[in-house]
């Protein structure tokens, strides 16, 4: 064991400053901590070797002792510091990503089908002149039956076509909720259309008890009805890129009056086939419910009927997107195997 004396001391810390030159990674640095602070190390064997020093000699030996570890800590610190420093700048440079270089291959990831005609049919009837307007899933049954002229003996307001939760909410069976909830806010004039999520109870081929809707509403003076006839089919022909031919029937909605729905040809056939999967032989698809809007409900909304109307229509996203996409299985929409809804995809209309 060496003896602790100014030598000694002197001869570690040049040894150390040596050692600490030639470093060149933190693998070095850490053999020379352990080196000169270990259990073992350098500094270890000055301070046990203080004991042998005469008592008047141990307290000047010891504090020169401490203040040199106190240095090698120090200095250990500031060199680990620039080495990681330096290793951290060469990685960055190493593994820069330039964001200023254009896209390599094609782009990941795509709107989901729905949403995309979503968007498509959104931006057409925002040409138009409308606004979108959203409102609560969890719907009190007042806007979803009350305030649409939807008497309580109704048969849409049983439970085999409703979800209803045990505080008496449900889950809204169609985006109308929105109208009137946008009639109480903003009033009239009023040019509005309401995407979103609805709930029924259905659930095969072509029907999900979750499925996307959008419903429109114009309130305004003196309203005509071949206003809505034209709306329908200006959006219609735009969404599917071609002049289509028209059917309107006489049909019955409890918040429209008249009511009618419209169909469509066939998108897949145009009423040639009568063997086509889509429209089996009609040559007919039913595509909106439409109807100049119940004097009821507009007064729901707290604007006086004498003055104002206007219609609304209702149109199922889902079944859109299938039309357009050549999709027929309506649960491949909702499906998570993307090979499963890819062999769907590829086998209808491209």
Known sequence: MPEVNDLNIQAVKENFDAALRAVSNLEELDEIRVRFTGKKGDLTLLLRGLGKLPPEQRKEAG????????????????????????ENEKKEINERIDVTLSEKGRTAGAFHPVMQTMHEIANIMQGLGYSVATGPEKEEEFYNFECLNVPSWHPARDMQDTFYFPDGTLLRTHTSPV??????????PLRIICPGK????????????????????????????????GTMSEMLNAFFGRSLKYRFRASYFPFTEPSMELDIECVECSGH?????????????????????HPNVIRAGKIDP????????????????????????????????VSYFMSGFNSGRR
Not at 199 to 209: L, Q
Not at 320 to 328: D, Q, W
């Open 306 to 337: 004498e003055i104002y109307n206007g219609f609304a229509f209702g149109i199922g996203l889902d079944r859109m997107a299938m039309l357009k996409y050549g999709i027929s299985d309506l649960r491949l929409l909702f499906d998570g195997n």
């Open 198 to 229: 609805v709930y029924r109870r259905d659930n095969d081929t072509t029907h999900s008890p979750m499925f996307n809707q959008m419903e429109g509403l114009l309130i305004d003076k003196n309203v005509p009805f071949s206003v809505m006839k």
């Open 273 to 293: 086939d009568e063997h086509c999967r889509v429209c089996h032989g009609t040559g007919w698809l039913e595509v909106v419910g439409m109807g100049m809007v």
């Open 63 to 86: 504090q020169e002792v401490n203040k040199l570890r106190d240095e090698i800590e120090h200095e250990l610190e500031i060199t680990g510091k620039k080495i990681r420093d330096s």
């Open 179 to 188: 109208q009137i909830r946008s009639m109480l806010k903003y009033g009239a």
